[in-house]
């Protein structure tokens, strides 16, 4: 479970989180939205441990993060950073196996979820590639394939669909829910509002570093809420196959 209470950060004196409160559930998927500069990916760094609040607290089990060593949260979470550029010369197999390399998991397992996590993100055709070759896209999967391997309970990506086109957008995602689904507690930066409502259980929806809305799908992606966040017009329709909300700009 992710505990959020009170959270606020400030740089520069202004405050790029004001007073942020939720609760993450595990065997859910949380959408973290909103628009540029709201303080999505702040955020999920606070939740992450890779960034203090000024004020406030947030607990993973129970436990206030910053209290958490380095090798704790590295059996606790995992997280997709934004942008997922891989800086260094290794191959795309080496990369993802590399999620392994901090967790307490017995390592007769390794090459197993190495293999699955490949398949499952269509990149084991390029895992004797130098991941600095790959595209931005395949660079962001191999990234989230690390993610996949490291089978920690609570997931934390930020943008994981940014650089992927419609197929594999999909197929992240439906991973991501899979994964929520055997228990972990999952928590997505996206800015796709169709996505969020197709994939995510919760939505919470930032504005100016404070929550505007958090809820389900349809409670939080209505007309009256997207268009003063967004300063957008929009009509909500719903889904035909999926039952969810769609947001279709006016």
């Known amino acids: 479970m992710i505990e959020i209470r009170n959270v606020t950060v400030t740089l520069g004196g202004r405050n790029l989180l004001d007073d942020v409160s939720t609760t993450c559930h595990p065997g859910s998927l949380t959408a973290l939205v909103g628009p540029n500069g709201a303080g999505k990916s702040t955020l999920l760094a606070v939740i992450a441990g890779d960034r203090t609040s000024y004020r406030g607290t947030v607990k993973l089990h129970g436990k206030d993060v910053t209290r958490h060593s380095v090798r704790d949260l590295a059996q606790i979470r995992s997280v997709f950073p934004q942008g997922s550029v891989i800086r260094f010369g290794y191959t795309v197999e080496e990369v993802i196996a590399m999620g392994r390399a901090f967790r307490d998991l017995p390592p007769g397992g390794d090459d197993e979820a190495v293999l699955d996590a490949m398949i499952s993100t ?95 799908p349809w409670e939080v992606l209505t007309q009256d809420l997207i268009e003063r966040v967004y300063r957008q017009a929009v009509r909500i329709l719903e889904h035909p196959v999926r039952g969810c909300p769609v947001v279709l700009t006016t």
Not at 149 to 176: C, G, K, S, Y
């Open 122 to 216: 269509e990149v084991e055709h390029m895992a004797f590639r130098n991941a600095q070759t790959l595209s931005g896209g395949e660079q962001a999967r191999t990234t989230f394939a690390r993610v996949v391997v490291q089978a920690t309970p609570i997931v934390l990506l930020d943008e994981p669909t940014a650089a992927l086109d419609l197929r594999h957008q999909e197929r992240v995602l439906a991973r991501a829910r899979d994964m929520a689904r055997t228990g972990a507690t999952v928590v997505a930066v996206l800015h796709d509002l169709n996505l969020a409502a197709a994939y995510a259980d919760k939505v919470v929806l930032l504005a100016n570093g404070k929550v505007a809305a958090d809820g389900d």
